[in-house]
């Protein structure tokens, strides 16, 4: 029996001896997955990846949604389509008439907080890091730049919105009162103030093969729109100014070059770009007449044919030229044609940003038997040729263009 304790107890020592070398050994190991201290250059880089792709892909920034908030609440542009597509956005977005329930108005919302508080998260970690590298620093004002332009967005749109400064992990932190239009546009400046200080001043400075990421003029020119919305007339001009003068940008020869289509346009990643999402349509792409890869700016904006010809069919064609627009605007004025595109005429050629093709006539809002619409969006205007299963097309969605350009802000984004 004695012996038989002696071995319990020199077993029980045994354990508690292994165990303790066990756990000092655990608690000696790096994590297995990454702490902010093994964070190198560009560590941020996926989660930057992630908000370009936002830009892209969601409602908010590119599709109906953006649209109707950014296009057809002035006298410049129409629901468009034919009479019975979307007529509840008539009651939106032209009569003001809106509803809590509206998928638009909750798209937007939502879609534009939830890049806030992917650019918080960002913004949170970079906080605790030590010694970020000049790859980090630049995701920091990557994220600042979206923060700042998802709430510009917001905050014209809805006024007073909630200010989240800081990254959700709860739903409790969530929910929070609106803030007063100059905070939310203080908080704009100071993401605007990082950016600049740290985004590079061209896209050559991330690397080849980087075209369309955010550089210090895109940032520089979203800063001077926040100020013409305040109606600070002199911070414009000072920024408009740092923009010309760092040389980076200059107008095309031509009013109509930057959006003409990919195959024949000159204006893609341009000189006179300022930021472009990078989208494109691949071979075969002939649903819609050109639908584009994770965007439907091009789609949502083209001409609609309904009936049994599907010839013109190129897209919904939403956001279309006002009667007001057309009559106001002077004949005279060579942006005119290069703007609107007429049902039942020649489209102008390549002279005008057309293609040599003359479009069906305007018959009636059903648009049976012919079009719905007498005036359409020469600025998203392919032609039938993206049906062409052998081209490979390059389209753009251009966000700023000729920040000093006096012409109607019809589909300017």
Not at 122 to 149: H, L, Q, W, Y
Not at 314 to 332: F, H, T
Not at 373 to 392: E, V
């Amino acid at each position: 029996m004695k012996r038989y304790k002696n071995r319990t107890i020199w077993g029980l020592l045994l354990l508690v001896i292994v165990t303790s070398v066990s756990c000092k050994k655990f608690l000696d190991r790096k994590p297995l997955t990454q702490s902010f201290s093994d964070i190198k250059a560009g560590g941020l880089e996926g989660r930057i990846y992630g908000m370009y792709n936002i830009i892209r892909d969601y409602a908010a920034f590119n599709h109906l949604p953006w649209i109707d908030f950014n296009g057809l609440r002035d006298d410049d542009s129409e629901k468009g389509s034919d009479i019975n597509d979307g007529a509840e956005i008539v009651t939106e977005f032209e009569t003001f008439q809106y509803t809590k329930d509206n998928w638009a108005t909750n798209t937007y919302w939502n879609d534009h907080f939830y890049l806030i508080n992917e650019a918080n998260f960002v913004i949170d970690s970079f906080k605790k890091i030590e010694n970020p590298d000049m790859a980090t620093i630049r995701n920091a004002g990557e994220a600042c730049f979206f923060a700042a332009f998802s709430y510009f967005e917001l905050v014209k749109a809805y006024g007073e919105v909630p200010l989240f400064n800081y990254n959700i992990t709860t739903p409790q932190q969530g929910i929070r009162p609106k803030s007063p239009v100059n905070l939310i546009y203080q908080f704009i400046d100071s993401c605007l103030q990082a950016a600049v200080a740290s985004l590079p001043l061209t896209t050559l400075e991330y690397g080849p093969g980087f075209e369309g990421r955010l550089t210090r003029g895109a940032a520089n020119t979203l800063w001077a729109q926040t100020y013409l919305f305040r109606s600070d007339w002199a911070r414009v001009a000072a920024l408009c100014n740092e923009v010309i003068s760092s040389n980076q940008y200059e107008l095309l020869p031509n009013f109509s070059d930057i959006w003409i289509d990919g195959v024949r346009g000159v204006g893609k990643n341009s000189r006179e770009s300022i930021w472009e999402a990078q989208c494109f349509v691949g071979e075969n792409a002939q649903s819609n007449g050109a639908l584009w890869k994770g965007n439907y700016w091009g789609t949502s904006q083209q001409i609609r044919q309904n009936g049994a010809s599907v010839e013109w069919n190129l897209g919904w064609g939403w956001n279309v030229p006002s009667d007001k627009l057309e009559s106001d605007w002077p004949d005279s004025d060579p942006r005119k044609r290069r703007t609107i595109l007429y049902s039942g005429e020649f489209d102008g050629g390549p002279a005008e940003g057309g293609h040599g093709a003359t479009i069906p006539p305007y018959t009636n809002p059903d648009g049976q038997g012919g079009l719905a619409q007498p005036f359409w969006n020469k600025k998203l205007y392919t032609g039938n040729s993206p049906r062409n299963a052998s081209i490979h097309r390059v389209y753009q969605q251009q966000w700023w263009r000729r920040w000093l350009d006096q012409s109607p802000h019809f589909a300017v984004c």
